[in-house]
């Protein structure tokens, strides 16, 4: 477990400097028959990306015993970004008193962390947010609403450097 723990700390580490990474193993199949081994090497299957829910391959390289398994790891990295100050309904417009810093799980959504207010000010809430436990995600907010007789008539929203919008019929 020593060495999965090393593998999976270090290998975050190098993709996330300067963040605090913690590692938490999951658990092998129980059904699982696995003949005994005295040689377990774990490695990084091609491609896999340590960075929340992933998997870590073990397999025995004594002589005569083969077999290789993937257990199921989770990584999660805090490091900076905003969070509601009060608690805000979906719909809010974010201004400088409702944001504040803090620490958050960067791994915990495939959508980035807000991590300055001027990426957040004046735009506007899809979905509400506990104060202190809801890290913005810029999923989260949407750029603009446009209302007419009192109904949603569009919505305007910009994520990844792209803008789109929808039109209400």
């Not at 083969?66 to 417009?93: E, H, I, K, Q």
């Amino acid at each position: 477990a020593a060495r999965v723990l090393t593998l999976a700390e270090q290998s975050s580490q190098q993709a996330a400097p300067g963040l605090r990474v913690q590692v938490r193993l999951g658990a092998l199949d129980p059904r699982l028959k696995l003949a005994p081994c005295t040689a377990v090497q774990p490695y990084l299957p091609p491609g896999t990306r340590l960075w929340g829910p992933a998997r870590i391959g073990l397999r025995c390289t004594d002589p005569g015993v083969r077999w290789n398994v993937f257990l199921p790891v989770t990584v999660d990295v805090y490091g900076p970004g905003l969070v509601a100050a009060a608690a805000l309904p979906a719909g809010a417009v974010l201004g400088a008193a409702d944001l504040k810093p803090a620490t958050v799980n960067l791994s915990a959504s495939p959508s980035a962390a807000v991590a300055t207010a001027d990426l957040a000010i004046g735009r506007t809430l899809a979905k509400g947010a506990r104060m202190g436990g809801a890290t913005l995600l810029e999923g989260t907010t949407v750029t603009g609403v446009d209302v007419r007789d009192g109904r949603v008539d569009g919505v305007r929203w910009r994520r990844d450097g792209e803008e789109g919008s929808i039109r209400c019929e």
